[in-house]
């Protein structure tokens, strides 16, 4: 018994030093990394894939063929206006509707097949038919992400509204007098001919969240592995005799079980790889049975979700065993601090800063996520981001093992073995 009270640990400068780097250092990456990722989506989008679509099949114009909307997809293709944000893909309506139902483009433009019959209706130049309205059709997709969906659509809504524009003085430059002797209004419908229509260019069953159930039952997935590695270091750590357990006011010790670090990680990593059967079933149970999400595909959103807990979980649990009592921290960062900013849910990766689209490339949530929404969205296509989600999760497990194993292994052989304070040899005195 020393006699001091604990509380004057609290006077201890290097106490208060160390825990404020540490808790410092978490509230300023945390704020970088959420705060810095999407403060600022349109300024830093880069080539956001949106699709160009003519299906306009034309019309004879005095005795030549014209197709207005090939001119107009040349070009908004050519335009210069959004400089690099929007990479606009030229393709025909089906490639585009392929392209939608993978997750592949964030909107699409799509000229339909009577705009310039509409077009030159609208000036009495077509020999039949009712004049209408010319229409030019600006497709969402709300299962690529809400945020990359409507930035595609605000590009998309403009260039539209462009290309009306420029046909309306087209019109009017050719009409020459005949024009100035149309009524008002039918002046100021020639001037601005195209109406633009919104429509979903996939549209998603009412349960699944605006698109964002995938990204959410992904998260839960990762942060079901992250924090069950926790549970499961400390209970092996108290089953072998390592650590006390206290249980409320009772602290529990068992008799200590000598094991190499190698020997506890394997212990550790194969209670995870037997308890992710059961989190996962629980994990699909409670979204897809009470919660009524939409799934379809439900054997491989199962498979899916115990090898993504399984590999999450044996990941976290390698940091925690080769960075000790810090690794909960590291695996805080890399799981979930790096993770959601670049998960490709909300904010597309190509409306993030270049550091950010960086981490993205290999962060865990990215992955996961792709895969879940090629499950959940996109009818499980391999190239919907499902075969790039298993294809990740086996460099992961692989990664985990070996810097895991590698590193625990050589603490083993340098003698760095955890021994329990109580069992170390007590210093006697040296005789006076």
């Not at 073995?417 to 040296?430: D, F, G, L, M, V």
Request: proline share 5%.
């Amino acid at each position: 018994m020393s006699g001091i009270h604990p509380f004057r640990v609290l006077r201890a400068k290097p106490l208060w030093i160390a825990n404020g780097v540490i808790t410092g250092v978490l509230a300023l990456l945390f704020t970088v990394f959420y705060v810095g990722a999407n403060i600022d989506p349109v300024d830093h989008m880069k080539n956001l894939p949106v699709g160009l679509a003519n299906a306009d099949k034309g019309a004879a114009v005095g005795g030549k063929q014209v197709n207005l909307g090939a001119g107009i997809t040349e070009s908004i293709k050519k335009s210069t206006a959004s400089g690099d944000k929007i990479d606009w893909k030229v393709m025909d309506e089906k490639e585009m509707k392929k392209e939608l139902g993978k997750g592949k483009l964030y909107g699409a433009l799509v000229v339909p097949a009577d705009f310039t019959s509409s077009i030159t209706a609208l000036t009495g130049a077509a020999t039949t038919g009712a004049p209408t309205r010319p229409t030019l059709a600006v497709l969402t997709n709300q299962s690529a992400g809400s945020v990359g969906s409507s930035l595609a659509r605000t590009a998309t809504t403009q260039a539209a509204e462009s290309a009306s524009l420029q046909v309306g003085k087209e019109l009017m430059s050719q009409g020459g007098t005949r024009q100035a002797k149309l009524p008002a209004a039918a002046r100021v419908l020639l001037a601005d001919p195209v109406a633009v229509t919104v429509e979903d260019g996939h549209p998603l069953d009412s349960h699944s969240g605006l698109g964002l159930t995938a990204f959410y039952y992904a998260l839960v997935l990762v942060v079901c592995g992250m924090l069950s590695a926790n549970v499961i270091s400390g209970q092996v750590d108290h089953a072998l005799g390592y650590t006390h357990n206290d249980m409320g006011p009772l602290r529990l010790h068992r008799p200590l079980i000598r094991a190499t670090r190698v020997q506890t990680l394997a212990i550790a990593a194969t209670l995870m790889a037997g308890l992710s059967l059961l989190m996962g079933s629980l994990v699909m149970a409670g979204a897809v049975g009470l919660m009524g999400m939409h799934a379809a595909h439900l054997s491989l959103l199962w498979l899916y979700s115990v090898c993504t807990i399984a590999v999450s979980g044996i990941g976290a649990l390698t940091l925690l065993a080769v960075f000790g009592t810090p690794g909960m921290l590291v695996v805080t960062l890399v799981f979930i601090g790096m993770a959601v900013p670049t998960a490709n849910a909300t904010t597309p990766i190509q409306a993030l800063p270049g550091f950010y689209r960086f981490l993205a490339e290999f962060e865990p949530l990215r992955q996961i996520t792709g895969g879940i929404r090629s499950i959940l969205y996109y009818d499980a296509q391999s190239d919907a981001g499902l075969t790039r989600g298993w294809v990740m999760m086996a460099v992961g497990l692989a990664a985990a093992a070996l810097f895991g194993f590698g590193v625990t292994g050589w603490y083993d052989r340098k003698g760095l073995h955890r021994i329990p304070a109580e069992t170390e040899p007590e210093k006697t005195a040296a005789p006076a």
